[in-house]
C-alpha cells in the first residue's frame, strides 16, 4: 500500500490490490471504527441486521464502556468480528499523525473483502435507510450494479434536546440538514458502499475501483468522478439514504467534543470543527420522519437502548 497523495498526507489515501472473491461469497456486510459507544451500538446493529445486513467487522479502538460485549451478546461469531485496533500513530520522520480509520478500511477490505457482494463502510452514528424497498440488498439494485456508491450525509440536528433522549436515536429525532447538497461547514460529505473485490483505493469517503477508477455512482445509478459528484446533480436519497445523527442532544454533543477525535491530536482545532458544524446544521432544517415510518411500518426492534444509554450514562458519571 502507498498513498495517492503522499506529500499532503500519509496514509488518508490508499493503495490496495482488490481481495480476490470467495467461491461462496454473498450478502452485504458493515465495516465500522468503534470507541464507547454502549449508549447508541444496540439500535445501531438492530437495525441493520433487520435491513439484512450480513456481518458486522467491528474495530475497536480500545472501548472501555462494555461495547464489545453487547456487541457479543446480540450477535454470534457469523455474524461479528472483532479487531483491535488503536488508532493513533504518527509517521516518525515528520510526526504526521496517521490516518488509523482509513488504514482499518483497507486491512477489513484485504482480509475479509473476498466474502461478500458489499461493504459498507460508516460509523454508529450513521444509518443506511432504504426508501422505497424494505431491504439494503433491494435498495442497492437501483445502482444497477456499479461497484462503487456513494451516499451523501443527512446530517440531523439537536432536534430542541438539551438532554440526553430516553428512547433511540433514530426514534428520537427528526430534524435535519435543509440542503444536504450544499457544501458548507465540515456538513456535506459521502460515505461508502463498494464491491470489494474491485476495490484498488481506499480513503475514509472515497474509494477507486480497478475498472472505473475515481468514478462513483449515486443510489439511483447515476455516474459521476469523485471529484464532481458534490455537484447538485448527483445528490440523490431516491432509494437509500444516509442518515448521519451527528449532534444528538446538547448534552452527548458536548460529551462528543470532551472524548476528542482518534485521527487528530488538535483539541482546539476539533472543537472550532464541531461548533462550526452544529451551527450549519442547526441554522436551517426540516422535519425528516422517514426513518421512524420505516422503523414503524417494518416493526423493527430496537431494543433496550434507552435503558442501556440511562445506565451508561449513570456509570460514566
Excluded at 470467495?22 to 468503534?34: E, K, S, T
Excluded at 483491535?84 to 473483502?113: C, K
Excluded at 439494485?141 to 430542541?160: D, E, T
Aim: one cysteine or more.
Amino acid at each position: 500500500m502507498f498513498g495517492w497523495k503522499s506529500k499532503r498526507s500519509f496514509t488518508r489515501e490508499l493503495v490496495i490490490v482488490p481481495p480476490v472473491s470467495q467461491a461462496d461469497r454473498h450478502g452485504i456486510a458493515i465495516m465500522a471504527c468503534v470507541k464507547n459507544e454502549a449508549p447508541y451500538i444496540e439500535e445501531w446493529v438492530r437495525f441493520h441486521r433487520a435491513i439484512g445486513v450480513r456481518h458486522f467487522h467491528i474495530y475497536d479502538d480500545g472501548s472501555t464502556d462494555g461495547t464489545m460485549d453487547i456487541l457479543r451478546s446480540l450477535l454470534s461469531a457469523k455474524a461479528l468480528t472483532i479487531v483491535p485496533w488503536i488508532m493513533r500513530m504518527r509517521d516518525e520522520g515528520t510526526s504526521v499523525v496517521l490516518n488509523g480509520q482509513a488504514i482499518a478500511f483497507a486491512h477489513a477490505l484485504l482480509n475479509f473483502g473476498g466474502r461478500y457482494d458489499w461493504m459498507a463502510f460508516i460509523d454508529v452514528d450513521e444509518f443506511l435507510l432504504p426508501r422505497r424497498d424494505g431491504t439494503l440488498e433491494d435498495a442497492l439494485r437501483h445502482a444497477k450494479g456499479f461497484p462503487n456508491i456513494s451516499l451523501p450525509w443527512h446530517m440531523f440536528g439537536h432536534g430542541g434536546h438539551r438532554a440526553r433522549p430516553k428512547g433511540p436515536v433514530c426514534l428520537s429525532y427528526t430534524a435535519r440538514v435543509a440542503h444536504p447538497e450544499r457544501e458548507d461547514a465540515n456538513a456535506s460529505n459521502f460515505k461508502c458502499i463498494v464491491d470489494p473485490t474491485r476495490v484498488t483505493g481506499v480513503s475514509v469517503h472515497r474509494f477507486r475501483t480497478k475498472e472505473f477508477g475515481d468514478r462513483t455512482s449515486n443510489d439511483a445509478g447515476v455516474v459521476s468522478s469523485v471529484r464532481d459528484r458534490k455537484a447538485e446533480a448527483f445528490y440523490s436519497a431516491e432509494y437509500l439514504q444516509l442518515n448521519h445523527y451527528y449532534l444528538k442532544s446538547a448534552e452527548e454533543l458536548s460529551e462528543k467534543v470532551a472524548r476528542g477525535w482518534s485521527f487528530d491530536d488538535t483539541t482546539e482545532k476539533y472543537i472550532r470543527k464541531v461548533a462550526e458544524t452544529a451551527r450549519y446544521i442547526e441554522h436551517d432544517v426540516v422535519e425528516d420522519r422517514s426513518m421512524v415510518a420505516f422503523i414503524e411500518q417494518n416493526k423493527i426492534d430496537l431494543g433496550s437502548s434507552a435503558i442501556r444509554s440511562e445506565r451508561t450514562h449513570d456509570r460514566a458519571s
